[in-house]
């Protein structure tokens, strides 16, 4: 199974988001809103995974979400991901924060320790 770990956000941000999605729409008749369940800021894609690995990810990283406080990153700007003919998705990029990079460096020890090799997309550079 195709996987990826992701933070969810936090209220404030899905609204504003929200409000962002409507103008969106409002001004581009193809675009597609995402429900806001669905909004998250992806830290790492997995690849295909086993659904046991998948289940010691999900144990190891409830035991780092333990540890990690709510922090607040600087946003960038919005950006089309991946190309061709296929509808692509939209994201917002995000600065760096010194708490992000702590989390991800933790997830990423996290995931090498169960043998997982991450799949190296390129992340959207910041507006």
Same mark, same amino acid.
Request: glycine letters at 8%.
């Given at each position: 199974?195709?996987?990826?770990?992701?933070?969810?956000?936090?209220?404030?941000?899905?609204?504003?988001?929200?409000? #962002?999605?409507?103008?969106?729409?409002?001004?581009?008749?193809?675009?597609?809103?995402?429900?806001?369940?669905?909004?998250?800021?992806?830290?790492?894609?997995?690849?295909?995974?086993? %659904?046991?690995?998948? =289940? =010691?990810?999900?144990?190891?990283?409830?035991?780092?979400?333990? =540890?990690? =406080? %709510?922090?607040?990153?600087?946003?960038?700007?919005?950006?089309?991901?991946?190309?061709?003919?296929?509808?692509?998705?939209?994201?917002?990029?995000? %600065?760096?924060?010194?708490?992000?990079?702590? #989390?991800?460096?933790?997830?990423?020890?996290?995931? %090498?320790?169960?043998?997982?090799?991450?799949?190296?997309?390129?992340?959207?550079?910041?507006?």
């Amino acid at each position: 199974m195709r996987a990826f770990i992701a933070a969810p956000l936090q209220p404030a941000m899905s609204k504003r988001l929200r409000r #962002l999605q409507e103008g969106l729409s409002a001004a581009l008749p193809t675009f597609k809103p995402l429900d806001l369940q669905n909004l998250h800021l992806t830290l790492f894609f997995l690849g295909d995974q086993s %659904s046991e690995v998948l =289940e =010691e990810t999900a144990k190891l990283m409830l035991s780092i979400g333990a =540890e990690v =406080e %709510s922090f607040c990153a600087p946003l960038g700007g919005l950006q089309l991901l991946g190309g061709g003919p296929h509808r692509r998705p939209l994201c917002l990029a995000v %600065s760096a924060a010194p708490q992000l990079h702590e #989390l991800q460096r933790k997830l990423n020890n996290m995931v %090498s320790q169960l043998g997982i090799v991450l799949e190296r997309r390129r992340a959207p550079a910041p507006g």
